[in-house]
């Protein structure tokens, strides 16, 4: 196994180290929290209907979930805060191609790029603070990074709804130059990093299968809805993603360099994490995408008004997350991992009664929201803390990578599946489909946590870092 070491400035910049880590996630966040309320807009002046609406969100998930896992690693070979400044600059860039885009298939494109940027910030933010931070500091750090950078999920809707109302849906794009021109000159100020002692070689061959397994699978999803499952390019599609995705994992275990350590998967809880985080973010994924939807092509509320109804997850996130990281931190995450999926399970049920009156909001969907809220904040930070624990601090950029990937793939194989829950086109009825399919989901992360997570003691598992 490699080796790290981790320079004292960087536990002395520790204060920075956070502040980078929740801009630079806060730019990832904003951009995909307002893109959602833009989707109508952006259909009725590109068309494409469903599938260009799936494919604005998910041309940009397939290349953060797959290139995300090669972001790990180059994150552990030639250090976060470089890859970090690499990735903020290729998502500043993307984002106004965004903003100028002449077509559905120029910004599906473009949006393409702001994935790799994307990709190449999420694992070195979360891996920055595994290097600054110990122990209970680690969890409270984790816990402020989950609440803050929610912050950009609670803006993003609002103002992107009144950017979208008021001068136009390209302008959200322009929005996340914000953030990043207060980042970058952030970022040159730490003055450590987290480097290794041998100079890792990039699995590329790894990196290659990766990204036609989940392109390919997602690709022949979202096509299957206007092409028919007997298209030969959505046969193709799957084919091709499949074989690249059942080739990837002995691919990796003969590797000298793997793009995925399979050693990681020996610690239960970065395992059983993993496995949850599959469902449960699966859920939330189509939380976010068919919610909002429904708001505004069946409730026809203006984007403004339903960013605003959709925040109250993301509210009761920021307000809750520290608490719950402090709590989890001295008591364990097994049981708060267990509670907070089947409470937003319960949630996600509670909108069945959603009608097609708008004014059914406040008996379905708000309180729905209300407790899908409450159950992510119960979950999210000790998740992040279980499986982060689990991991040596040397890979802490790709054991983040991992959990990354796998919450976005998730995320977005549920959006490329929401036309086909949906039946080709938004409606009540295929709203309520869409909730219990959340439901179940939830309720599979909740069990899978209970059974599985261990609250880890000092001599639980060898591969935990140690506490100071």
């Known amino acids: 196994m490699t080796t790290a070491h981790t320079t004292a400035p960087l536990r002395d910049d520790r204060q920075i180290v956070l502040v980078v880590a929740i801009l630079a996630s806060f730019v990832v966040g904003l951009d995909g929290s307002v893109v959602n309320v833009g989707l109508p807009a952006i259909r009725q002046e590109l068309g494409g209907g469903l599938v260009v609406q799936q494919w604005v969100v998910d041309a940009y998930m397939v290349t953060l979930g797959s290139l995300i896992l090669v972001a790990g690693s180059l994150s552990d070979v ?208 189509m939380v976010g995408f068919v919610v909002t939807l429904f708001l505004q092509e069946i409730w026809h509320l203006p984007a403004w008004l339903a960013g605003l109804a959709t925040l109250p997850p993301t509210v009761l996130l920021l307000l809750l997350s520290t608490t719950v990281g402090s709590f989890a931190g001295r008591f364990g995450p097994r049981w708060f991992m267990a509670a907070g999926p089947a409470v937003a399970a319960v949630g996600s049920l509670l909108m069945l009664s959603a009608a097609d009156d708008s004014r059914a909001y406040w008996w379905s969907v708000f309180p729905g929201l209300v407790l899908i809220g409450v159950g992510i904040a119960l979950m999210v930070t000790p998740l992040t803390s279980a499986v982060l624990g689990s991991v040596p601090q040397s890979e802490a950029g790709v054991g983040s990578a991992v959990n990354n990937a796998i919450a976005r793939i998730a995320s977005l194989v549920m959006v490329a599946l929401a036309g086909v829950v949906l039946g080709g086109a938004m409606s009540t009825s295929g709203f309520h489909r869409a909730v219990i399919v959340m439901a179940v989901l939830l309720l599979a992360g909740s069990v899978v946590s209970a059974v599985g997570i261990r609250n880890v003691t000092r001599a639980d598992d060898v591969r935990a870092p140690r506490a100071e």
């Open 78 to 285: 030639f250090g976060r805060v470089r890859i970090i400044t690499w990735g903020l600059v290729v998502f500043g860039l993307a984002s106004i191609a965004c903003a100028v885009a002449p077509s559905g298939a120029f910004l599906i494109v473009s949006r393409a790029l702001q994935g790799v940027g994307g990709a190449l910030v999420t694992p070195s933010s979360l891996a920055l603070i595994v290097a600054a931070f110990r122990g209970a500091a680690q969890a409270k750090a984790i816990g402020r990074w989950t609440a803050w950078s929610s912050a950009a999920i609670i803006i993003g809707p609002v103002v992107g709804g009144l950017i979208v109302d008021g001068i136009g849906w390209r302008w959200i794009f322009v929005l996340t130059a914000v953030p990043i021109a207060i980042t970058i000159p952030l970022v040159l100020r730490i003055t450590g990093d987290v480097q290794p002692s041998e100079r890792r070689r990039v699995d590329v061959v790894g990196a290659v299968l990766a990204v036609l397994g989940v392109g390919g699978v997602v690709l022949g999803l979202i096509e299957q809805e206007r092409l028919g499952w007997g298209s030969p390019l959505v046969v193709s599609a799957l084919v091709i993603g499949g074989v690249a995705l059942v080739l990837f994992v002995p691919w990796e275990r003969r590797s000298a360099a793997p793009l995925v350590p399979l050693g990681l998967f020996r610690a239960r809880n970065f395992t059983v994490g993993n496995l949850a985080t599959l469902s449960i973010y699966g859920a939330l994924g």
